[in-house]
Structure formats: structure tokens, C-alpha cells
């Protein structure tokens, strides 16, 4: 139970992080599409939610891979936010100063849950004992 708990929680802090803004321009939210080098994060987040599933060692040593990868892929995207040139084109910029957002930390979060979810047994923390040796 907890494991698919820790799961739905994941998706869902990784879903509210293309919903949530990443920085901000005075009054301007900025998102992650409008980043320069978005579509790392999804494409890690996506490889990110499909290993998580597998149990076996291989691909639970490709899942923590994928976490890190995704971890990485928003901090890498995030670091653009100070390219204002990229977000708002050849147009006015802002003569604002820049802030990160909090979409990121629901990236990171996401990013963290899929991790422990790793850690957590399938079973909601139940686990059956082995067969008697004969």
C-alpha cells in the first residue's frame, strides 16, 4: 500500500511540475517549456516513471539511474533561467531580476519519491517469510 502510495505521489509532484512555474520575471511566470532545453526533464521523468516499476536488480539499478538522470535533467534546465534572450525571444525583456520558482522542488520531489520508492517493498511493507529449508 505505501509503495503505490509513494508512487501516486510521485506522479504527481512530477505532473504539477510542468503545471507549476519554474521562475519569475517580476510578474511574468516563466514554466518549464519555456525554458531553454526543456524537453530533457520529460524525457527523463518519463524514463524515470517506467523503470520504477521494474524489480528486477538490473533495472532497479536503472530506475535510481534514471532518478538521479532526472534530478540532474531539472537542474540543468532550471539553470537557463537566467538566459532571458532564450525565454522571451528577440521582443521586450523584463528589467527585472530573475527568481527560481517552486516548480523545480516539485521536480526534485518528484524526482526523490520515485527514489525512496525504490527503497519501499511492494507489499506495503509486508513480507513473507522464506519456505522452510528441507
Same mark, same amino acid.
Given at each position: 500500500m505505501?509503495?503505490?502510495?509513494?508512487? !501516486?505521489?510521485?506522479?504527481?509532484? $512530477?505532473?504539477?511540475?510542468? !503545471?507549476? +512555474?519554474?521562475? &519569475? %520575471?517580476?510578474?511574468?511566470?516563466?514554466?518549464?517549456?519555456?525554458?531553454p *532545453?526543456?524537453?530533457?526533464?520529460?524525457?527523463?521523468? $518519463?524514463?524515470?516513471?517506467?523503470?520504477?516499476? #521494474?524489480?528486477?536488480?538490473?533495472?532497479? @539499478?536503472? =530506475?535510481?539511474?534514471?532518478?538521479?538522470?532526472?534530478?540532474?535533467?531539472?537542474?540543468?534546465?532550471?539553470?537557463?533561467?537566467?538566459?532571458?534572450?532564450? @525565454?522571451?525571444?528577440?521582443? +521586450? @525583456?523584463?528589467?527585472?531580476?530573475?527568481? +527560481? =520558482? %517552486?516548480?523545480? !522542488? !516539485?521536480? *526534485? &520531489?518528484?524526482?526523490?519519491?520515485?527514489?525512496?520508492?525504490? #527503497?519501499?517493498?511492494?507489499?506495503?511493507? #509486508?513480507?513473507?517469510?522464506?519456505? +522452510?529449508?528441507?
Amino acid at each position: 500500500m505505501y509503495h503505490r502510495a509513494v508512487q !501516486l505521489l510521485a506522479v504527481c509532484a $512530477t505532473a504539477a511540475a510542468f !503545471l507549476a +512555474p519554474w521562475a &519569475t %520575471y517580476g510578474a511574468y511566470d516563466v514554466t518549464v517549456t519555456d525554458l531553454p *532545453g526543456w524537453p530533457w526533464y520529460p524525457a527523463a521523468a $518519463t524514463v524515470m516513471h517506467v523503470l520504477v516499476h #521494474r524489480r528486477t536488480t538490473p533495472w532497479r @539499478i536503472a =530506475s535510481l539511474v534514471a532518478c538521479a538522470a532526472t534530478l540532474a535533467a531539472a537542474l540543468l534546465v532550471l539553470s537557463g533561467y537566467t538566459d532571458a534572450a532564450a @525565454i522571451f525571444g528577440p521582443g +521586450p @525583456i523584463p528589467m527585472v531580476w530573475p527568481r +527560481p =520558482s %517552486y516548480g523545480v !522542488l !516539485l521536480a *526534485g &520531489t518528484g524526482a526523490l519519491l520515485c527514489a525512496v520508492t525504490r #527503497r519501499c517493498p511492494p507489499s506495503g511493507g #509486508r513480507t513473507t517469510p522464506p519456505p +522452510p529449508a528441507t
